[in-house]
């Protein structure tokens, strides 16, 4: 039993302080020199044994990428690309025990024209990576993002996806590619390089009106975060890649997730956070380094002299409350200081979330969002959060117009006066004579403003939740690239077309008898 007489205070005041001097977990033997978690501390060779396997245990494990096939590295310059872009290389080594067999090529986007930087910039990026990527000896592409505005319009068309193929077909492809001579499938004509290619500054100016349209940060880097994945589609199609590697790490994932929620996306968390994406048909997404932490990155990027380029970006020294995006950052990572599972936690929630929409192989195209390519969530009941938050927009919009008009037409709906609803093809400012417009289209009241008032609604139509969110947000519509808009119009087509040959088409649960 406890005595009133002990003293208990030395007892209490040791407190088991971490330190590197303990024995590495994996080996006993060697001092450790790195400690990831409380518990878990590697020795140098350990960990970066540990590091390797992670990664290609990863791609093995899910057996997503065959033998010989052509693979596009999205490498931004940051950290965890750059780490990806390491173990890629080393896997590709004649020393490696767990060679990889898939042909890789690495692509930059290049956001200094979105960003406002000037040429001497963004050049000076572009030679510090242009030497870290020629260091590869692998096929690189340098892609200004001005690149997006000249877009064809199949970018938004998912073109066929890849048949599934068993595991036994992997092993069969494993087998043929290695009895193939695989050493030189990096030939001399395929590690091809491109530098910067000049950009005029009207198209600079273009670009900087698109993302400058948005008024708040948060839809900014929505936006940018489409177009570039618009463009890195393209530029896989262009140059013949069948997948396209993304370098968003654990951490990166669990800021994504949460974020997504907060945007409005929850039906599209399976396809923003999971390892594989294939919204796009036959260029599907893949993220092997989602199950790195930014802690473990910077560790084995410091340790094995790992190079990595500082690029800005929208964020960059603007405080936390500036954006979604950055509060939920900040919020994640001040919680993983005082709690180092929190990010593991939402992790492995995020593993386990599955979309209940369609599969994205399998939507029709016209049921796909017009931005994000993912299955729409906007046909829902009647009584949804959805459409209940429609119909308080358009309570708000009504009384926030001011109009004494309304209240007098709710009171008494004979005092309205004719002339705001003018008759089919009369202008409500015919009688002053003028060819000049009713003076009401600004305030999008008036006849002359019904063009620019079904613009949207029609364009909203085509979007997920989220993506009118970002569109709500926009000045204007008109600084869209001219594929977005004509694809719009083409869906518009489409869809009037099915309404006026609608009797004549045979319903989903008809024979056909």
């Known amino acids: 039993m406890c005595q009133v007489d002990e003293d208990f205070r030395d007892q209490l005041e040791r407190v088991a302080v971490p330190s590197v001097s303990k024995k590495c977990v994996k080996c006993k033997e060697t001092t450790a020199s790195v400690a990831i978690r409380a518990g878990d501390t590697y020795c140098r060779g350990c960990f970066k044994e540990y590091f390797v396997h992670k990664f290609r245990a990863m791609?093995?494990?899910?057996?997503?990428?065959?033998?010989?096939?052509?693979?596009?590295?999205?490498?931004?310059?940051?950290?965890?690309?750059?780490?990806?872009?390491?173990?890629?290389?080393?896997?590709?080594?004649?020393?490696?025990?767990?060679?990889?067999?898939?042909?890789?090529?690495?692509?930059?986007?290049?956001?200094?024209?979105?960003?406002g930087q000037s040429i001497e910039e963004r050049q000076r990026t572009v030679a510090e990576l242009h030497t870290?990527?020629?260091?590869?000896?692998?096929?690189f592409h340098i892609v200004p993002l001005e690149q997006v505005l000249d877009l064809p319009s199949s970018v938004l068309a998912?073109?066929?996806?890849?048949?599934?193929?068993?595991?036994?077909?992997?092993?069969?492809?494993?087998?043929?590619?290695?009895?193939?001579?695989?050493?030189?499938?990096?030939?001399?004509?395929?590690?091809?390089?491109?530098?910067?290619?000049?950009?005029?500054?009207?198209?600079?100016?273009?670009?900087?009106?698109?993302?400058?349209?948005?008024?708040?940060?948060?839809?900014?880097?929505?936006?940018?975060?489409?177009?570039?994945?618009?463009?890195?589609?393209?530029?896989?199609?262009?140059?013949?890649?069948?997948?396209?590697?993304?370098?968003?790490?654990?951490?990166?994932?669990?800021?994504?997730?949460?974020?997504?929620?907060?945007?409005?996306?929850?039906?599209q968390l399976a396809q923003d956070t999971g390892f594989s994406d294939s919204r796009y048909g036959d260029i599907?997404?893949?993220?092997?380094?989602?199950?790195?932490?930014?802690?473990?990155?910077?560790?084995?990027?410091?340790?094995?002299?790992?190079?990595?380029?500082?690029?800005?970006?929208?964020?960059?020294?603007?405080?936390?409350?500036?954006?979604?995006?950055?509060?939920?950052?900040?919020?994640?990572?001040?919680?993983?200081?005082?709690?180092?599972?929190?990010?593991?936690?939402?992790?492995?929630?995020?593993?386990?979330?599955?979309?209940?929409?369609?599969?994205?192989?399998?939507?029709?195209?016209?049921?796909?969002?017009?931005?994000?390519?993912?299955?729409?969530?906007?046909?829902?009941?009647?009584?949804?959060?959805?459409?209940?938050?429609?119909?308080?927009?358009?309570?708000?919009?009504?009384?926030?117009?001011?109009?004494t008009n309304t209240e007098i037409q709710r009171q008494n709906p004979a005092q309205v006066k004719p002339e705001l609803n003018p008759p089919s093809g009369q202008c409500c400012s015919s009688s002053s004579g003028g060819g000049e417009d009713c003076g009401r289209a600004a305030s999008g009241v008036g006849c002359c403003s019904s063009a620019k008032v079904k613009e949207t609604p029609i364009l909203k139509s085509l979007l997920c939740y989220s993506c009118r969110l970002t569109v709500k947000d926009m000045s204007s519509l008109d600084h869209l690239p001219l594929y977005i808009l004509s694809d719009a119009q083409r869906r518009q087509r489409r869809s009037q077309m099915r309404e006026e040959i609608g009797e004549f088409l045979l319903d989903d649960g008809d024979d056909g008898d």
């Open 132 to 139: 870290v990527f020629k260091a590869t000896c692998l096929p």
């Open 284 to 403: 599907i997404l893949v993220r092997p380094m989602r199950d790195y932490s930014a802690k473990e990155i910077a560790f084995y990027n410091h340790m094995f002299k790992v190079p990595s380029v500082f690029v800005p970006s929208l964020e960059t020294k603007t405080p936390e409350k500036a954006s979604i995006q950055r509060l939920t950052e900040g919020f994640i990572t001040k919680l993983q200081a005082d709690f180092p599972s929190t990010v593991s936690i939402i992790y492995r929630t995020g593993e386990k979330l599955q979309t209940a929409c369609k599969s994205s192989s399998t939507t029709d195209h016209c049921d796909r969002c017009l931005l994000c390519m993912c299955a729409l969530d906007t046909a829902v009941d009647d009584a949804s959060a959805f459409n209940m938050t429609l119909i308080s927009e358009q309570l708000s919009q009504i009384k926030s117009s001011g109009n």
């Open 158 to 267: 998912t073109g066929p996806p890849a048949l599934e193929r068993p595991a036994s077909t992997y092993k069969a492809a494993v087998g043929h590619f290695i009895q193939s001579d695989s050493s030189n499938c990096l030939s001399t004509a395929e590690q091809k390089e491109t530098s910067l290619p000049e950009v005029e500054g009207s198209r600079t100016q273009l670009l900087q009106q698109l993302i400058g349209s948005a008024s708040t940060l948060t839809a900014k880097e929505d936006l940018l975060n489409t177009l570039r994945h618009h463009l890195l589609v393209h530029t896989a199609r262009t140059e013949g890649y069948s997948k396209v590697m993304l370098g968003d790490s654990c951490t990166r994932l669990a800021v994504k997730l949460l974020t997504s929620v907060s945007l409005g996306r929850g039906a």
């Open 59 to 115: 791609l093995g494990k899910n057996r997503i990428i065959f033998p010989g096939e052509k693979v596009l590295l999205a490498v931004s310059g940051g950290p965890s690309s750059c780490s990806m872009l390491r173990q890629v290389e080393e896997g590709l080594s004649k020393n490696a025990h767990n060679k990889l067999r898939f042909l890789p090529g690495i692509v930059y986007i290049d956001e200094g024209g979105a960003l």
